[in-house]
Nanobody, 119 residues
Framework: VQLQAFGGGLVQAGDSLRLSCAASGRTLSSYTMGWFRQAPGKEREFVAGINKSRIRTYYADSVKGRFTISSDNAKNTLYLQMNSLKPEDTAVYYC?????????????WGKGTLVTVSS
């Protein structure tokens, strides 16, 4: 599976942005999917995840209520809708596919897309 995340950019605090993760090679519905991010000088962290059945979603406390993960099986694409962005959301965002939402259980990773939120 090849994953490609895109949709990042420079926005102001309070703005919204939607990230997309397009997949090729295999259908995303075969995997649990997740979004992770890595801020400058920090470890990569979990942001949001959606299970293989696409029934359950999970969020880091820091983004709960502001970010929404979703997928479109017909387009084989994963999304992350980010609202009320804060400067601390600045990071490179990665999409991943795997067995669970834990980082170590992800099989495939996309190249990241940079999100910069100015104050």
């Amino acid at each position: 599976v090849q994953l490609q995340a895109f949709g990042g950019g420079l926005v102001q605090a309070g703005d919204s942005l939607r990230l997309s993760c397009a997949a090729s090679g295999r259908t995303l519905s075969s995997y649990t999917m997740g979004w992770f991010r890595q801020a400058p000088g920090k470890e990569r962290e979990f942001v949001a995840g959606i299970n293989k059945s696409r029934i359950r979603t999970y969020y880091a406390d820091s983004v709960k209520g502001r970010f929404t993960i979703s997928s479109d099986n017909a387009k084989n694409t994963l999304y992350l809708q980010m609202n009320s962005l804060k400067p601390e959301d600045t990071a490179v965002y990665y999409c991943a596919a795997g067995a669970t939402m834990y980082e170590d259980d992800m099989y495939y990773w996309g190249k990241g897309t940079l999100v910069t939120v100015s104050s």
